[in-house]
């Protein structure tokens, strides 16, 4: 059996949890920001966002190429 080193989904168990990385607001690389299951039919995901930990928000698929809308003033 593979071990993959990440830890084991706490929702499916079937899943790894892996991290992702963003950036902040300034710009500074944020490691680990996010840690989301590889099984795409639990979803389970944690965030970290100014200090605070979200579990299970909804996750949106990037793909359509639409990013984040900013308004200019």
Request: hydrophobic content about 35%; overall charge positive.
């Given at each position: 059996m593979e071990q993959s080193g990440f830890?084991?989904?706490i929702k499916c168990h079937g899943g790894d949890l892996v991290p992702l990385s963003d950036f902040g607001s300034q710009?500074?690389?944020?490691?680990y920001k996010a840690?989301?299951?590889?099984n795409p039919d639990c979803g389970f995901n944690l965030k970290i966002r100014n200090g605070d930990i979200y579990i299970n928000e909804p996750i949106m698929n990037g793909a359509n190429g639409r990013g984040r809308q900013n308004s200019v003033v």
């Open positions: 830890p084991k989904c710009g500074a690389s944020i490691k840690w989301v299951c590889t």
